[in-house]
């Protein structure tokens, strides 16, 4: 069934067929002939020629680098959510944790859909400036100041690591090694920037890379074992669940030798035994504040940033006093 004969069962032109399928103004009675001949022939309008022809396409793009970290798909479901009860799809890119890949998929969606969300991207700020020469459509999350004039919502995950810090100090430990994310991720910075200002308290970290996924800490917990720290606190709770995996493997008692924590609070971080200490972000208040502020670019409008609330300091069975009651740091 083609437009051609929709327009000629109903009397029209082929460009009054587009018109009212498409919802666009046309004149009550000849709306009203076109709907009654495409539903009597079956007719089904291309989707993607209306949009071409629309420059709008109900599409919203999201790359996230690791689609397969709790983190980001609770993020992501709440986006979801909002898009569907505005009458948007989504269309949902992983980047597996490579900036470049992250830029070409970004660069390769903006055509395709009427606003962008960047979660945690890792990319370059001249990468990111490029984006935003082409299309002013987009949010960035989770990502610090780049001089880049985009819309930015952040957690605050500075201040979700100095609340781990004041825990492992009340608990007496002064002696910890960090196990770092992915370097290019803004929250990796942002951690190890507090675990560097808790030194003003007593508290001493040395940082070990550490990565991202359950494989990593399970590969780097025995290195962070052998420092004598008294406790680990890892970038994210996929990464301590593999440290305390691999210690439990290994003979070695948590909290009890030493205390790990990680960061998010992922479902799967209560289910663990001993059950992991953590920070909790906001994530709903996260994806609602995304999807307000991806409404207002594609509005061509500039919000002011939201004020989200601060990240929950979660106390479970993983921490507990340092041994001997800790060493001078």
Same mark, same amino acid.
């Given at each position: 069934?083609?437009?051609?004969?929709?327009?000629?069962?109903?009397?029209?032109?082929? $460009?009054?067929?587009?018109?009212?399928?498409? @919802?666009?103004?046309?004149?009550?009675? +000849?709306?009203?002939?076109?709907?009654?001949?495409?539903?009597?022939?079956?007719?089904?309008?291309? #989707?993607?020629?209306? =949009?071409? $022809?629309? @420059?709008?396409?109900?599409?919203?793009?999201?790359?996230?680098?690791? /689609?397969?970290? !709790?983190?980001?798909?609770?993020?992501?479901? #709440?986006?979801?959510?909002?898009?569907?009860?505005?009458?948007? #799809?989504?269309?949902? =890119?992983? &980047?597996?944790?490579?900036?470049?890949?992250?830029?070409? *998929?970004?660069?390769? +969606?903006? !055509?395709?859909?009427?606003?962008?969300?960047?979660?945690?991207?890792?990319?370059?700020?001249?990468?990111?400036?490029?984006?935003?020469?082409?299309?002013?459509?987009?949010?960035?999350?989770?990502?610090?100041?780049?001089?880049?004039?985009?819309?930015?919502?952040?957690?605050?995950?500075?201040? &979700?690591?100095?609340?781990?810090?004041?825990?492992? /100090?009340?608990?007496?430990?002064?002696?910890?090694?960090?196990?770092?994310?992915?370097?290019?991720?803004?929250?990796?910075?942002?951690?190890?920037?507090? +675990?560097?200002?808790?030194?003003?308290? %007593?508290? @001493?970290?040395?940082?070990?890379?550490?990565?991202?996924?359950?494989?990593?800490?399970?590969?780097?917990?025995?290195?962070? *074992?052998?420092?004598?720290?008294?406790?680990?606190?890892?970038?994210?709770? *996929?990464?301590?669940?593999?440290?305390?995996?691999?210690?439990?493997?290994?003979?070695?008692?948590?909290?009890? #030798?030493?205390?790990?924590? %990680?960061?998010?609070?992922?479902?799967?971080? &209560?289910? *663990?035994?001993?059950?992991?200490?953590?920070?909790?972000?906001?994530?709903?208040?996260?994806?609602?504040?995304?999807?307000?502020? +991806?409404?207002?670019?594609?509005? %061509?409008?500039?919000?002011? !940033?939201?004020?989200?609330?601060?990240?929950?300091?979660?106390?479970?069975?993983?921490?507990?006093? &340092?041994?001997?009651?800790?060493?001078?740091?």
């Amino acid at each position: 069934m083609t437009i051609d004969q929709v327009a000629a069962a109903a009397g029209v032109s082929n $460009a009054t067929v587009s018109r009212a399928m498409a @919802g666009r103004p046309v004149r009550a009675d +000849l709306a009203e002939r076109v709907l009654a001949a495409a539903a009597e022939l079956g007719y089904q309008p291309n #989707r993607a020629a209306q =949009a071409i $022809a629309s @420059g709008t396409y109900q599409m919203i793009g999201v790359v996230v680098p690791d /689609v397969q970290n !709790p983190y980001f798909s609770g993020v992501l479901k #709440r986006i979801t959510r909002s898009a569907g009860g505005s009458g948007y #799809r989504v269309l949902v =890119a992983d &980047a597996n944790d490579d900036p470049g890949e992250e830029f070409a *998929l970004a660069r390769s +969606l903006l !055509p395709q859909v009427d606003g962008l969300v960047l979660v945690s991207p890792r990319m370059p700020d001249t990468d990111l400036r490029r984006l935003a020469e082409e299309s002013g459509r987009m949010v960035l999350v989770n990502r610090g100041p780049s001089g880049v004039a985009l819309p930015t919502i952040t957690v605050d995950a500075f201040a &979700a690591t100095m609340k781990v810090c004041g825990l492992l /100090v009340g608990l007496g430990h002064r002696d910890v090694v960090y196990l770092g994310g992915p370097p290019a991720a803004w929250q990796e910075q942002q951690r190890w920037r507090a +675990l560097q200002h808790a030194e003003a308290f %007593g508290l @001493g970290a040395r940082r070990l890379a550490g990565g991202s996924t359950v494989e990593d800490g399970y590969r780097v917990a025995e290195e962070a *074992l052998a420092t004598g720290a008294s406790a680990i606190v890892a970038f994210n709770d *996929l990464l301590a669940i593999g440290v305390v995996h691999r210690l439990l493997e290994l003979g070695v008692d948590v909290p009890g #030798r030493v205390s790990v924590t %990680g960061a998010d609070d992922i479902p799967f971080a &209560a289910c *663990l035994r001993p059950s992991l200490t953590t920070t909790r972000s906001p994530r709903d208040e996260l994806g609602d504040a995304t999807w307000d502020a +991806l409404v207002a670019a594609m509005a %061509g409008e500039s919000p002011e !940033p939201p004020a989200l609330p601060e990240p929950e300091l979660v106390v479970r069975d993983s921490t507990g006093p &340092a041994p001997g009651g800790g060493r001078a740091g």
